[in-house]
């Protein structure tokens, strides 16, 4: 009886993790450089980190009812920090300012690749050489950093180089990476040629993405952490010209952590039929002038206004840097925005009143957990979006130290989320919006509902500005109230002066997912916001174009 419970007890155990394994291989590789590290009288690294990262990803993409890719790859990539000096000042040097390899024409730069599999051994030697090179590296500009300051200006409010931080320790659960590609293979391919039977749309695109990523993460404060994140995509995308020649695009993007999370066929062949309906109403809009007078901006339009204009502008780098314009530098504690207006940031929310959020994560890039920022309460500005390089007057990372693949990760956004105290119906806000054009002598107003992502500028070398690409604007005459389609416009405008306009907000918050590209790289993101009525918002024409559309019909169009 006692043999055939130890079989049973031993039959029950699980299987060994092979996270554990490549952990525990990064942090042995990681104690050796710490003790031993060290060039003659140089000064050893007071601080090392390392990251891992395992990329599953598959792309499902169909056009004209055919599919044209059709793969699975798999990836790991490492990002290895080392640091000489100490948390005061140390080596850590601007990346245009990274010039740190010999000039001795012998250089090699190690490649930055982890194993494809999992082999602890062939892990550590990675790391190795990565180390050497970065520690290297580290010697270098710090020396050359020590050097620039004999010209500079002593700063007595230089913040430290680096947040000296807590340590963590978590193994994060797994999480299973399942969905049907012949499910994905199917609908991208009779979605696609539904849009390409359209004779009016030159091209089009059916995409279905699926990726998962395990982060490994180390360093010499103690911090071991292993997260398994997923994230599931579909979009459609058509393309068409006016007859002007105009090129005009229209899309659906849908993002969630699991396939089933994504909406369903039905859904998203609706949603295929109205986005193609929105590009062929488009092509027969009418062109407009450039326009300066109200609008308003429904949910997307208003939550890429916040995250250009204002979102940007709050993340920590931001505040410091020679090449930055600087905008809210100095600003905590007084007023930026309406005092009817509140802005925070918060990665921990994984969804909002159903809809799931981009920009989740537990941990950040730099091993800090993600927390909730309060950016702007009642229009006062309290607090910046902080990596581990700190800012005057905060000291510590808030846990938004973000980065694509294996770059350097920097301050950004993760969910940014609007809230305002002066809410009106939808109806009434329309209503707000026809008194305005009519006391400013315009005979119409805007209302922007869809907008397909924007940019902006936040550096010294050139003017503190944003745009935003709208694409469906409707023109609301202010005798009648009636809504016309127009096109051919982009939103501009200088950051504070446009966010300052605000006169009152929508009921209801909507959610825009995407991705936000910067120096760090793609990561995801969401914006919350609700509907927003600018009192005066600037609208140039959008780049005309000239070309033809094809000159015989497609062989897919009916």
């Not at 007890?9 to 490549?22: E, N, W, Y």
């Not at 020590?146 to 000296?164: L, M, Q």
């Amino acid at each position: 009886m006692l043999s055939l419970i130890l079989i049973a007890s031993l039959a029950a155990k699980p299987p060994p993790d092979v996270r554990q394994d490549l952990l525990d291989a990064m942090v042995v590789e990681l104690e050796r450089n710490r003790v031993q590290l060290k060039l003659n009288e140089d000064k050893p690294p007071y601080f090392v980190s390392y990251q891992l990262k395992d990329f599953d990803q598959t792309e499902i993409s169909a056009r004209y009812g055919a599919l044209f890719v059709d793969q699975q790859w798999h990836d790991r990539k490492l990002f290895v920090d080392v640091r000489v000096g100490n948390y005061g000042y140390d080596s850590s040097i601007s990346d245009d300012m990274d010039f740190s390899f010999s000039m001795k024409g012998n250089s090699y730069i190690t490649r930055k690749n982890a194993p494809a599999e999992d082999h602890p051994l062939a892990l550590r030697t990675a790391l190795w050489l990565i180390t050497d090179e970065k520690y290297k590296g580290a010697l270098f500009n710090f020396l050359k950093k020590k050097g620039e300051d004999v010209y500079t200006v002593e700063d007595p409010k230089r913040p430290p180089s680096f947040s000296k931080e807590t340590a963590v320790v978590h193994l994060g659960d797994k999480v299973p990476f399942a969905f049907s590609s012949d499910r994905w293979r199917k609908l991208a391919r009779e979605l696609s040629s539904q849009v390409a039977a359209n004779k009016e749309i030159f091209d089009s695109e059916v995409r279905f993405t699926a990726d998962k990523v395990v982060r490994y993460f180390v360093s010499t404060e103690g911090t071991r952490i292993v997260t398994e994140e997923t994230m599931f995509g579909f979009h459609v995308a058509g393309f068409t010209r006016a007859d002007d020649g105009q090129l005009l695009e229209n899309s659906r993007d849908y993002y969630a952590p699991t396939e089933a999370q994504l909406p369903d066929d039905a859904k998203i062949r609706a949603a295929a039929t109205t986005m193609i309906s929105e590009l062929l109403a488009l092509r027969l809009a009418p062109a407009i002038d450039p326009y300066t007078g109200p609008a308003i901006l429904e949910p997307d339009a208003a939550g890429v206004l916040f995250h250009e204009a204002v979102g940007h502008r709050l993340e920590g780098e931001r505040q410091d840097g020679d090449a930055e314009g600087k905008t809210f530098r100095g600003q905590v504690g007084k007023q930026v925005l309406p005092p009817f207006l509140s802005i925070y940031d918060d990665p921990t929310l994984r969804e909002r009143k159903g809809v799931q959020l981009n920009g989740f994560y537990l941990f950040d890039e730099e091993g800090v957990r993600g927390r909730r920022v309060p950016l702007v309460e009642a229009g006062v500005l309290r607090n910046y979006l902080l990596s581990r390089r700190p800012v005057d007057g905060f000291a510590q990372s808030n846990g938004h130290g973000r980065s694509q693949g294996n770059r350097k990760p920097v301050a950004r956004m993760a969910n940014l989320i609007v809230e305002s105290k002066k809410t009106v119906s939808d109806a009434e806000l329309k209503k707000l919006l026809i008194l305005e054009a009519k006391r400013q002598g315009k005979p119409y107003g805007l209302v922007i509902r869809d907008i397909t992502g924007g940019n902006t500028n936040t550096s010294t070398f050139g003017y503190q500005a944003f745009k935003g690409i709208p694409r469906m604007v409707y023109r609301v005459d202010v005798r009648d109230g009636k809504e016309s389609l127009v096109r051919g416009v982009e939103i501009v405008g200088s950051p504070l002066s446009s966010i300052n306009r605000v006169v009152a907000t929508g009921p209801t918050p909507g959610v825009f997912n995407g991705y936000c590209g910067a120096e760090s790289g793609m990561v995801p993101v969401s914006t919350v916001a609700p509907a927003t009525l600018l009192q005066e918002i600037e609208l140039q024409r959008a780049v005309e174009g000239k070309d033809r559309p094809p000159l015989l019909p497609s062989p897919s169009a009916k």
